[in-house]
Nanobody, 116 residues
């Protein structure tokens, strides 16, 4: 049974930093691309960053390039998202995602609020 559990979301001031983590289980973590999505109120869920299993190649959405860093630990089955220089527009629920066996799996999400 695939399980994704996000943590680390809090209220942070603009310009601050935050690190999100996602603990994964139920599949061969080291073989799968892992992704972070986010969904702001009234908006569609959007891809933020991804990290491949091979070579740990990363991709980022334009709004977060040079501010966010995705990483993975294949020994601990975790994927993290380091977020720096946070802006109010980064406020959203952040979700961990894996596509495995032709299905999309999501965690419950973690709320990030950027506000003074």
């Amino acid at each position: 049974q695939v399980r994704l559990v996000e943590s680390g979301g809090v209220l942070v001031q603009p310009g601050g930093s935050l690190r999100l983590s996602c603990a994964a289980s139920g599949f061969r973590f080291s073989s799968e691309t892992m992704r972070w999505f986010r969904q702001a109120p009234g908006k569609e869920r959007e891809l933020v960053a991804s990290i491949a299993s091979v070579g740990e190649i990363t991709t980022y959405a334009d709004p977060v390039k040079d501010r966010f860093t995705i990483s993975r630990d294949n020994h601990k089955n975790t994927v993290s998202l380091q977020m720096n220089s946070l802006k109010p527009e980064d406020t959203a629920v952040y979700y961990c995602n894996v596509r495995w066996a032709f299905m999309n799996y999501w965690g419950q999400g973690t709320q990030v609020t950027v506000s003074s």
